[in-house]
């Protein structure tokens, strides 16, 4: 599906973005393994995230969707083994993480998904796994999906992340609630500590100590409703598009403010961005709150690389934004998106240039001259969900075409209806 952006006058409102995907797949998972029913309040229902919901309907829990809500019943800590491959559809974090729970089971399973999740890196978690006990093979050694996996007698390690992740760490620590002893995973750097959080409201063992979290083997649990707050990472294609646009005021209502996803928001301060936000409550363990921007201009930066684990989803998106702004950014320490839905690393660079943006990029970096994107350009998101909606962004002003713009409902199923709505074209 091919989408024309016009270009936007201004971009003023408020809007509440889907719930967060990273939330809504460990709910999911967590909920299926409860005892009783878990209410999954505001959660992100898109392709990723009803892939989750499929797998663990397939593994013995009920799921239904109440309206905007996923009603859960919990198959308890014992799932079923399932009677068909497992198909993770685009979902990098469903397939790490459904990895790990099903390690610890004694189940045969097989995880499959499309041909952009079958690219993607696997060993990173099949490794630690298989120091647990788990029996797992794939292709190329068990570091390509399909993955087979003959789960159960785990026992714990001590485990430190090689390179900082999220995903990793939570297949890790899914799998020693099933293992004997004391499972224990390092970090180099902090990441979102989405799982943390939720073991925490679902009263499953979880110690932070410094860079070390710990975990140990649970018990039955009962379930806890769940309430999901916004999407960072969505709100932030309307946070850069409202600073981005001239006589622009967008409000973002209802979005989690997890410290370890506000990264973006710290750089484009530094850019000079006229942005502010307050926490205003929290829900199950989230800080939820609002954000406001307001048109800006923007200024280039050198990117500070410890802040890259803290908002690595949303750097096609601060693309969009170096784009706009006066001189050079400098956006160090992107190996990670070298291995995303697609290599986002040339995707940025490849849509940079379709624009008319001079860049430079290298292994792990890009750099930016902003101040020259031309109109009429064409997106080609390469099967990816983030680039489809961040350079559709980047067009705003002078116009764009956006090739399989379908890939935003990967994540935002009415990202291109709330655009419109905001740009007064709906």
């Known amino acids: 599906m091919e989408r024309l952006i016009t270009p936007t006058l201004s971009l003023r409102g408020r809007l509440r973005v889907p719930g967060d995907k990273s939330v809504t797949h460990r709910g999911l998972m967590l909920g299926a393994m409860a005892e009783g029913e878990t209410w999954l309040y505001h959660p992100l229902k898109a392709g990723d995230t009803l892939s989750t919901a499929a797998v663990m309907r397939a593994l013995g829990a009920e799921i239904h969707e109440e309206g905007e809500h996923f009603r859960v019943r919990g198959a308890g800590l014992q799932l079923r083994e399932p009677a068909d491959v497992l198909d993770c559809g685009n979902a990098g974090t469903l397939i790490r993480l459904v990895s790990g729970l099903l ?199 050198a990117v500070d690389p410890a802040l890259i684990p803290l908002m690595v989803d949303e750097v096609p998106i601060l693309a969009a934004a170096a784009a706009w702004a006066e001189g050079e950014t400098f956006i160090p320490n992107l190996e990670e998106l070298r291995v995303k839905e697609s290599d986002r690393l040339a995707a940025i660079a490849k849509n940079l240039h379709n624009l008319g943006v001079r860049t430079e990029a290298g292994p792990d970096w890009i750099r930016i001259w902003g101040g020259s994107v031309q109109g009429g350009g064409v997106v080609e998101p390469f099967h990816d969900h983030r680039i489809a909606m961040a350079f559709a962004v980047c067009g705003l002003q002078k116009g764009v075409t956006v090739q399989d713009a379908q890939w935003a409902s990967i994540s935002f199923p009415s990202f291109w209806e709330d655009l419109e709505r905001l740009a007064g074209k709906d």
């Open 103 to 301: 390690s610890g089971q004694e189940v045969f399973s097989v995880l499959t998904g499309d041909a952009s999740l079958k690219r993607r890196p696997m060993g990173r978690v099949t490794e630690p796994l298989r120091q647990m006990g788990a029996r797992i093979e794939g292709r190329e050694g068990g570091r390509l999906a399909p993955l087979a996996i003959r789960g159960g007698g785990l026992k714990g390690i001590r485990y430190e992340l090689p390179v900082p992740s999220a995903q990793v760490k939570s297949a890790v620590l899914l799998a020693g609630l099933f293992a004997e002893g004391e499972t224990v995973v390092v970090e180099k750097a902090p990441t979102r500590d989405h799982s943390e959080r939720i073991f925490r409201h679902f009263g499953l063992p979880i110690t932070v100590e410094g860079n070390q979290i710990r975990t140990e083997r649970a018990r039955p649990y009962p379930a806890r409703d769940l309430t999901v707050p916004g999407d960072i990472s969505s709100a932030a294609f309307f946070i850069v598009a409202a600073l981005i646009t001239p006589d622009s005021e967008v409000t973002l209502e209802g979005v989690g403010l997890n410290p370890t996803r506000t990264g973006l928001l710290s750089v484009l301060k530094e850019m000079g961005a006229d942005l502010t936000w307050e926490v205003t409550e929290g829900h199950d363990g989230e800080p939820v709150g609002w954000i406001r921007a307001r048109s800006s201009s923007l200024k280039g930066v």
